[in-house]
């Protein structure tokens, strides 16, 4: 079946190092969210790429969809302590255009 | 603020006895989710409305029902809750079942079973 899956699933990280976290899906994909989860929280969204080969950016973290739209980059220059959280990937479901299937996840913790 | 909202925020039930959790929405979207997030584990979508259109997931087990009165109020009933059943149980909704629809979650309701 369908499957996306994140790596690492874990990144302890000293506070002002860079992290990254990784998406691969088992399909093609329309299009690719992300959602940052903060321990005891909830998924908030953070940005959707749609085009091949798209990079946006927010503030520190810069997000790229790659070529093919199967693979997926979330990138944190200078980790901050608010940075802490579970970062999921979620793609469109191949048996419905708006149902998504999430990745497994990145725990990010950051050292002070 | 428009908002989606969940009621309680944490609920500790007995092995077996039925339990409600509820979600409201002011945001006037269309699909309301129910999730089922273990620890450490992503979200698992247990089923969803469409408007009025439920949806079950295939895996989702039949102890796990829902009801949606109107646009707003959505309801996730566990019949028999057992230990496995333990989770946050998240609701979102987005404004419509397109493509590339964002889902906006509720803060969750995390459920114990004694």
């Known amino acids: 079946g369908q499957q996306v899956m994140q790596i690492p699933q874990y990144q302890h990280v000293q506070e002002g190092e860079d992290f990254t976290t990784y998406c691969n899906s088992s399909t093609t994909l329309s299009n690719i969210q992300w959602y940052k989860q903060r321990p005891g929280g909830h998924p908030v969204f953070l940005i959707q790429l749609v085009k091949s080969g798209e990079v946006k950016k927010q503030k520190r973290l810069t997000f790229q969809f790659g070529e093919a739209k199967k693979n997926s980059s979330l990138h944190i220059t200078a980790t901050q302590t608010t940075d802490v959280g579970t970062y999921f990937c979620?793609?469109?479901?191949?048996?419905?255009?708006?149902?998504?299937?999430f990745g497994s996840g990145t725990r990010l913790l950051v050292r002070p | 603020d428009a908002m989606v909202i969940q009621n309680p925020r944490y609920q500790v039930t007995q092995f077996g006895k039925p339990v409600t959790l509820s979600c409201s929405q002011t945001l006037n979207h269309n699909v309301m989710y129910w999730y089922q997030q273990k620890s450490s584990q992503a979200p698992k979508l247990l089923f969803h409305?469409?408007?009025?259109?439920?949806?079950n997931e295939a895996d989702t087990p039949d102890n796990f029902q829902s009801r949606r009165p109107n646009t707003s109020f959505c309801f996730l009933d566990i019949r028999s809750p057992g230990l496995g059943d333990a989770a946050m149980y998240l609701c979102?909704?987005?404004?419509?079942?397109?493509?590339?629809?964002?889902?906006?979650f509720g803060p969750g309701t995390r459920l114990l079973v004694l």
């Open positions: 979102a909704t987005s404004r419509e079942g397109a493509a590339q629809e964002t889902q906006y």
């Open positions: 979620a793609g469109d479901r191949t048996d419905s255009s708006y149902k998504l299937i």
């Open positions: 409305y469409y408007d009025k259109d439920f949806n």
